[in-house]
């Protein structure tokens, strides 16, 4: 609005927005029924454009706050995940991406509005008319974990990383590569909700730091393939390349891991700033320097490397999910669940 002095906003913006506003139509609703319970009119609302489409332009006032050329447009973008997805190169079904921050979520390609799933969410694609489904099961304070580790060490492994030029992180990459898939049994549980405590079982006299820290992927990584399989099921398709984006991206193990749990090629962006990439998609679409989303992603979404599975590591992280994974809340919940009330 400071921008261009328009009332207008992206209708991709209104993921999670139900009220007044249809996800099948990307509008306001057009009955005045659906605004009672909001206590709001139709007129109060933004004027919605679609991701790519021009919202205005830099008006004097705000080329001479800014510094934008005055009558430069201003074009639509996404909400994050949607953006995420873009950038990341998800635009058919071929692929599927993991993001990797605070909350770790899995999204893919979606053809429909579907609000009865019971596995994945249809958010708002960044691509008009189109939807990006999200798995339920993602994981909360994800990548937090792989830095509560990293803290834990305390000062003495800062210090030592800065006298070797590296970073923490790498150093304990160095030591977990040399741990085999499993980490000899150590078992690591993330937390999803409150009182799912985290938790590491199956410690004996082999499983050292390096261990740890490599079980903690793998725990990343096995809790949001069983997601991304749930959300596969149900969807009756399922992809055939994972993108991971985010800083631990930069993980060559992690990277592997990735690809050995899933069974399939894994690649990295040489940008990870995913967002970032989709919403300068959209607004190249939109000044009209590409004609298309997908002559855009193939021009700007560049791949860095890729990571083929090893399938013997598959078969075995496959048996963990079965026998382990898909079983082990059953016992741990209702004991988490008593800590939780006693300590919360």
């Keep these: 609005v400071r921008l ?21 139509t990307w509008k306001w609703s057009e009955d005045p029924k659906d605004y009672e319970p909001y206590n709001i009119k139709r007129e109060n609302l933004f004027d919605l454009v679609m991701p790519g489409e021009e919202l205005g332009r830099v008006t004097k006032e705000a080329a001479v706050e ?15 995940k949607a953006a995420e997805g873009l950038g990341a190169g998800i635009i058919d079904d071929s692929s599927c991406l993991i993001s990797l921050g605070t909350y770790i979520g ?18 708002l694609s960044a691509v008009p008319e189109r939807y990006l489904y ?6 909360r304070r994800g990548m937090w974990s792989v830095s509560w580790f990293k803290e834990i060490l305390g000062e ?32 690591t549980v993330p937390n999803n909700i409150p009182y799912r405590k985290a938790l590491m079982i199956g410690f004996d006299g082999r499983h050292k730091r ?38 631990g991206s930069k993980s060559k193990l992690f990277m592997q891991i990735f690809a050995d749990v899933f069974g399939m090629k894994a690649v990295r962006n040489e940008v990870t700033d995913a967002a970032g990439v989709g919403a ?22 560049r791949i860095e490397d890729e990571f083929r599975p090893d399938l013997k590591n598959t078969e ?20 988490n669940q008593e800590i939780y009330h006693i300590f919360s």
Aim: with cysteine.
């Design 280 to 301: 300068a998609i959209c607004a190249a679409v939109g000044a009209g320097a590409y004609a298309s989303y997908e002559e855009a992603v193939d021009k700007m979404v």
């Design 316 to 335: 075995l992280y496959a048996r963990v999910e079965k026998n382990v994974y898909r079983t082990i809340k059953n016992y741990s919940d209702p004991v």
């Design 66 to 80: 800014t510094g934008f050329p005055e009558d430069c447009p201003v074009i639509a973008t996404a909400n994050d």
């Design 106 to 123: 899995g999204m893919v390609n979606g053809h429909e509005f579907n609000d009865n799933a019971q596995c994945y969410w249809s958010n």
């Design 210 to 247: 390096a261990h740890m820290y490599r079980s903690i992927l793998e725990a990343i990584a096995m809790t949001m393939h069983m997601s991304m399989e749930d959300m596969f099921e149900e969807m009756g398709y399922k992809p055939e390349r994972l993108i991971i984006s985010g800083g």
């Design 134 to 139: 999200e798995g339920m099961t993602g994981i």
């Design 4 to 24: 261009t002095g328009n009332f207008c906003d992206t209708a991709a913006n209104y993921e999670g927005v139900y009220g007044p506003f249809n996800k099948e």
């Design 156 to 187: 003495p492994w800062e210090e030592l990383a800065k006298e070797k030029g590296t970073c923490v992180e790498q150093m304990l990459e160095d030591e977990a590569v040399n741990v085999p898939a499993g980490s000899d049994g150590l078992i």
